[in-house]
């Protein structure tokens, strides 16, 4: 019932009322923490995992944090773990970045005591003994990376009032991998570049990306793939700098980024105004039509569809509706959404069914 | 301005008023005949082909045929050939029959004393000096080659009381390809064979129909490719038997082709219903959509549509309409709409404006 609660929330992010929302679907910052006085999370036996979560929702509770938003790993089913994965509550499975020879750290792997604390609006979460002891992550509307910081910093202040963090004076705050070493802040944006992909300008975009310091991964971070043009770009270095100018330095370079996407963007109305409004109109053709659809392909048709609404090609569906679609069609919701085992037919046959209901004022 | 009035009519087979119009598009009979006395078209000067498209001319409009319907090929230029091969008034250039040695018979090729006498409606056509020297087409709705037959058989009847045409009391009537000799008849259908494709037994059917001594052909009949899933199917043989029996034996093959594609289309629907109408519609939704349309590509979205006419799970657009877009998404009657020299990014442009003008209504 309580998983029903989330899965029927709308995330305050998929509302596009944050800076630059027809480029940039969320801003997230992520602080890496550990428990002082406990080994980390994939040292630690149960008892202390268990020991880990019970002061973590204690404090948070005492922080005003309602620890009735908290879902314990073992009592959420493979299709239970995919929502939060596909909310981005939680990391993708196999994320590139697990620690060797450690238990899977996403929570959407094997169980041990672990959960993850939703805030209400989903606006920030806190997830326990996944990587780290504690991930604090708030995620917000377009291009924010400034207020989705703010937020964990006073997440972080609140909590350390009570629960003392692993912290060295050489080197900050002390994490499970060392990539995450220093702040422990992981700041990043989910941007949607299908001009870029179009003048085929995305290969050189992530290459400059990474000489200035920043990851470009796929949809769900890292591990996943890049699907509906739509990228993940983050800070690569946590280390040696105040967690501010990290946040101003993405800021910066995540600017140009999102410059090089609009004048892309002008170019391609410019020199290929008839093959973009086919492309858009036909997109949404499809999804407003289609009977049987898979993610790819939504995703794919939906990067049209969201690029003929930023450039005033369409003027429905609106934002909202397709960052919603965005979640709601992944396979997990789906399950959620049909109670029960649904076998791919069935499940590409609903996605097409939400699909067309979101888009059924689209004029062609 | 004559021109145009031919352009603008709209031909009666279109009406999908003929017997399983769901099925076959028209009906087509053609009689080839000779005037007695002069060499064949290809072996003939200019003086004498002049002479024969003067007396067929002057006995035709004797007969009821108002010559004001002659369409002289010199005053044709390409663009208003193609809209008589588009309409299929006149014959697909470089046709395989070519006669060997003989220009092409085709009237959109090479420039001689020739041209097309159409009637009212475009029920029938009189082509003078193309392969034979009279080539008496009649077209209908639907599946109705009987109907077809007894309109040229009573334009030859009514010809022959003023012109003798080249007949030998062993052979028949006498022509300048000896395939054509005997009866001179040639009687087909075009036929939309979408399930027989889907389910891959096409290929099988044109196997068979060859057995019985049909002919299978593209959409533009002989030299034409298949597109849209609309096949010519023919009679192979005009020598030695009564018109009536050639008539009654193409109905009877085709009555069991018919059959087979009503079969596929069950089957389809029972075993694959899903995917047959997610085609269907997302065929539609891009017709409804696109910007940018190419032929061929109208042809196979179109195809599809047009089967889920015949299945109901479409209702509109009507099957008259898209009968008429068969014939003016075509280039030469484009760029006839156009009225100027247009290059191919303005004819599917324009192409994709016209068939969403017809699908205004069509719901997704």
Known sequence: ?????????????????????????????????????????????????????????????????????????????????????ERHLIGYPNAASAHAGSPDPSLAGRNFPRGVLVMEGEYASILINEEDHLRIQSLCSGFD????????????????????????????????????????????????LPALVLTND??????????????VRGYFGEGSDVVGNIFQISNHVSLGKPERDIVEELIRAATTII??????????????????????????????????????????????????????????????????LLVITQPGHLQALQGRAADSMDRDVKRADLVRERFIDVRL
């Open 1 to 85: 019932m309580r998983l029903e609660r989330i899965f029927h929330s709308i995330p305050a992010w998929m509302n596009p009322d944050g800076p630059e929302s027809g480029i940039v679907i969320s801003s997230r910052a992520r602080l890496a923490r550990n428990v002082s006085g406990f080994p980390y999370a994939h040292l630690a036996g149960d008892d202390k995992l268990r020991e880990i979560v019970d002061t973590v929702l204690d404090t948070a509770n005492g922080a005003g944090f309602d620890r009735s938003g908290f879902f314990r790993n073992e009592d959420l089913d493979d299709a239970g773990k995919a929502i939060f994965v």
């Open 145 to 192: 990376p400034m207020k989705a910081w703010e937020e964990v910093d006073s997440i972080d202040d609140r909590l350390s009032q009570s629960i003392q963090f692993s912290f060295s004076r050489k080197y900050g705050y002390l994490t499970a991998c060392p990539t995450n070493i220093g702040t422990g802040l992981r700041i990043s944006i989910l941007v949607h």
């Open 202 to 215: 995305a290969q050189r975009m992530i290459r400059s990306a990474g000489q200035i310091g920043l990851v």
């Open 259 to 324: 410059d090089y996407e609009k004048r892309a963007a002008d170019t391609l109305m410019k020199d290929a105004k008839n093959q973009v409004e086919d492309k858009i109109f036909r997109s949404a053709g499809i999804l407003k039509s289609a009977r049987v659809l898979s993610t790819s392909e939504f995703m794919n048709l939906g990067s049209a569809v969201r690029l003929g609404l930023y450039l005033n090609v369409l003027s429905r569906p609106d934002l909202r509706s397709l960052n919603e």
